[in-house]
């Protein structure tokens, strides 16, 4: 278990430091880029999320297949090989991915997009750029999955905390320093991506096991990982289309300023993601070696932590950001007109982030027994009757309109899509996770919000603010985690005992 928190507080480390590099620096894009500008760099960030779906799920075959065979004296020396296979896989999708984009730009710039202050040839070659970016970052989520694997977050962590650094806050200079604007932020994320792939790939070769044969092209391994690879393609190309549907929809039939706006309100629920992923990339791989020795005691255990776990961190940061949207965008900004605008979309955005941000639990544990029907299933469903929904709620209210389907999306499935996986997996723990797991941190952390906002409305953008909102959100995560089984006995064996002994 010293190995598995090690790995939750390093991969926690780690997302936390992204999350921030990617969130502190947004006003200052804003303000260098403008609204318009900025509107493309979330278009960047929207193509950079549709493309994991072309790794055809190998990322997370190979996080599972790697945790079963690292802990298999037999199978532990076929890992180079395997790793040797997918690679043939992944290079050539990376140039595809640029060649496609390459080829389609002066078709997205014309056709998709909206802009009124960029014209046709600056938003072409801006498009251009942004193909070369994510086809050289592309592969480091290949990479990642593998060295997480292996149970390697601590070393991961280091190496995407220090490039998260160098994209975010080296960019800095270019835009402050030269008179390259978009393009010198774009040419940048190029240089910083070509040398993150570089870098995770010579990690992990570095840490893979000895080889029991010769290291070679194996279709063999390929054909093996079809079945669960194709499924988890089948999930991922599924949910992050709808994930990004309503990005996609509202650049479509709105003016990019406009999606600009919805950016920010993006940019700050997306960052709930990485205080979730974490737990998932650590639990996922210690879930799939419990599943393939069949300890139903040691899965039924760490799924409801580590659903507890997430519960408390969701509910915390949560219970802020959906009571004091308007607080937090205006501290965040400074502009008051954005803050007033963003804000609605913000909550609605943030309470359907954090429902998903719960089912990431469920969701390893399908994964590590080899089942995508379900997720497949249910994502094909929601984006079928979301797409409609989509349109018609984003012409007549715009950015709301987006959001709210978002968050009916999310519930939906946290309501519908969670009893189902109960009826085949852990058979009887599904009222204890809802009652146990998610609405003691829920209520706990609201009420400490709700009552912070009574206290003081309006936050105004000082230090004064700012250190009240942080103050509610630590006491936020304090209630959250007493009222919480799990957590509290932490709390009490951690941190209580060692203050008492003292």
């Known amino acids: 278990m010293a190995r598995l928190r090690n790995s939750v507080l390093a991969n926690y480390a780690g997302q936390a430091w992204v999350g921030l590099m990617g969130i502190v620096f947004v006003p200052a894009y804003l303000r260098e880029l403008g609204a318009e500008r900025f509107g493309l760099v979330a278009f960047m960030l929207s193509l950079q999320a549709i493309s994991l779906l072309l790794d055809m799920g190998a990322g997370v075959f190979l996080g599972r297949e790697l945790a079963q065979r690292n802990h298999d004296p037999q199978r532990r020396g076929s890992i180079r090989q395997l790793v040797r296979s997918f690679e043939w896989l992944m290079w050539p999708m990376a140039l595809t991915i640029f060649v496609a984009l390459y080829a389609g730009s ?26 070369l970016v994510v086809a050289l970052l592309w592969p480091t989520s290949f990479y990642a999955a593998s060295l997480s694997g292996l149970e390697q977050q601590p070393r991961l962590n280091v190496l995407v905390a220090v490039f998260a650094t160098l994209r975010f806050a080296g960019v800095l200079p270019v835009l402050y320093w030269t008179d390259t604007g978009l393009a010198g932020f774009l040419w940048w994320h190029a240089i910083v991506a070509a040398a993150q792939t570089l870098c995770s790939a010579a990690l992990l070769w570095r840490l893979l096991p000895p080889a029991a044969g010769p290291v070679r092209m194996n279709w063999h391994e390929l054909l093996d990982a079809r079945r669960f690879a194709f499924g988890v393609f089948g999930v991922t190309a599924l949910g992050l289309l709808l994930g990004q549907m309503d990005r996609f929809t509202l650049s479509a039939l709105r003016p990019l300023a406009e999606f600009g706006q919805y950016a920010v309100a993006i940019t700050i629920s997306a960052g709930l993601g990485r205080l979730v992923q974490p737990m998932f990339n650590a639990i996922y791989p210690r879930l799939s070696r419990f599943a393939a020795e069949g300890d139903q005691a040691g899965i039924s255990d760490l799924y409801h932590l580590a659903s507890q776990i997430v519960a408390v961190v969701v509910a915390a940061i949560a219970a802020i950001i959906c009571v ?146 942080a103050a509610v959100a630590m006491l936020s995560l304090l209630a959250a985690a007493i009222a919480t089984p799990g957590p509290r006995a932490l709390l009490h064996r951690h941190v209580w005992q060692r203050i008492t002994r003292r």
């Not at 979309?345 to 982030?353: E, I, N, Q, R, T």
């Not at 954090?354 to 639990?361: K, Q, S, T, V």
């Not at 968050?407 to 009893?419: E, K, M, R, T, V």
């Open 106 to 131: 002066t078709a997205i710039a014309s056709d998709w997009l909206e802009p009124t202050q960029l014209g046709p040839a600056q938003t072409t070659s801006a498009i251009q750029l942004m193909g």
């Open 324 to 469: 004091h949207a308007q607080s937090v965008l205006l501290l965040w900004t400074g502009d008051a007109a954005l803050a007033a605008v963003a804000a609605l979309p913000l909550s609605l955005l943030f309470a359907g982030a954090a429902m998903n941000g719960l089912l990431n639990i469920p969701f390893a544990l399908q994964l590590a027994h080899g089942w995508t029907g379900l997720a497949a299933t249910g994502n094909l469903i929601a984006v079928v009757v979301g797409a409609p929904l989509y349109v018609v709620a984003i012409n007549r209210f715009g950015m709301v309109g987006a959001a709210g389907v978002s968050l009916a999306i999310n519930f939906a499935w946290l309501a519908l899509g969670l009893p189902l996986m109960h009826r085949r997996l852990l058979r009887g723990e599904l009222t204890g996770w809802y009652l146990r797991s998610v609405m003691p941190p829920l209520l706990a952390a609201m009420a400490v919000s709700l009552l912070a906002r009574l206290l003081w409305p309006a936050v105004e953008r000082n230090w004064a603010g700012a250190s009240w909102l």
